[in-house]
C-alpha cells in the first residue's frame, strides 16, 4: 500500500480532496503528511519479498529485516488507543494468516 500510494495514489487522493470513491481515505491525515514530506524528493520504491529462505538472503532482504525490526520496536513503544491496537492487531493477523505473502497475497 505503502508504495502504491507513493507512486501515485498519493496524487489522485490530494485531487480528490482526500476522498476516494466519495468517501474519505483510511488515515488521510497521516497521508497528508507523508504527501508533504516527499513532495519536494525524489523517492525511489520497490517491492522487496520480506520472507525468503536463507539461499535468496541479500544485502537488500538484510536491510528489510532491519527496517522491520525496527518498526517493530518502535510499534512496541507507542501507547495506541485501543482502535489503533485494534487496526495493528488485524494487520498483523492479516500478515500472518496470509503466510506472509506481502501484497501477492491481496
Same mark, same amino acid.
Given at each position: 500500500?505503502?508504495?502504491?500510494?507513493?507512486?501515485? $495514489?498519493?496524487?489522485? =487522493?490530494?485531487? +480528490? +480532496? =482526500?476522498?476516494?470513491?466519495?468517501?474519505?481515505?483510511?488515515?488521510?491525515?497521516? =497521508?497528508? !503528511?507523508? &504527501? &508533504?514530506?516527499? /513532495? +519536494?524528493? @525524489?523517492?525511489?520504491?520497490?517491492?522487496?519479498?520480506?520472507? @525468503?529462505?536463507?539461499?535468496? *538472503? #541479500? /544485502?537488500?532482504?538484510? +536491510?528489510?529485516?532491519?527496517? !522491520?525490526?525496527?518498526?517493530?520496536?518502535?510499534?512496541?513503544?507507542?501507547?495506541?488507543? =485501543?482502535?489503533?491496537?485494534?487496526?495493528?492487531?488485524? &494487520? $498483523? $493477523? &492479516?500478515? *500472518? #494468516?496470509?503466510?506472509?505473502?506481502?501484497?501477492?497475497? #491481496?
Amino acid at each position: 500500500m505503502v508504495a502504491n500510494a507513493l507512486w501515485g $495514489w498519493l496524487q489522485q =487522493w490530494k485531487q +480528490n +480532496n =482526500w476522498q476516494r470513491r466519495g468517501k474519505p481515505i483510511w488515515a488521510a491525515a497521516l =497521508w497528508q !503528511d507523508i &504527501a &508533504a514530506r516527499v /513532495e +519536494n524528493l @525524489v523517492v525511489k520504491v520497490h517491492h522487496v519479498d520480506a520472507h @525468503v529462505p536463507k539461499s535468496r *538472503d #541479500t /544485502e537488500e532482504h538484510q +536491510n528489510n529485516q532491519q527496517v !522491520d525490526q525496527a518498526a517493530k520496536m518502535e510499534v512496541a513503544q507507542v501507547d495506541l488507543d =485501543w482502535q489503533h491496537k485494534g487496526e495493528l492487531f488485524i &494487520a $498483523w $493477523w &492479516a500478515h *500472518d #494468516t496470509s503466510g506472509h505473502q506481502g501484497r501477492d497475497a #491481496t
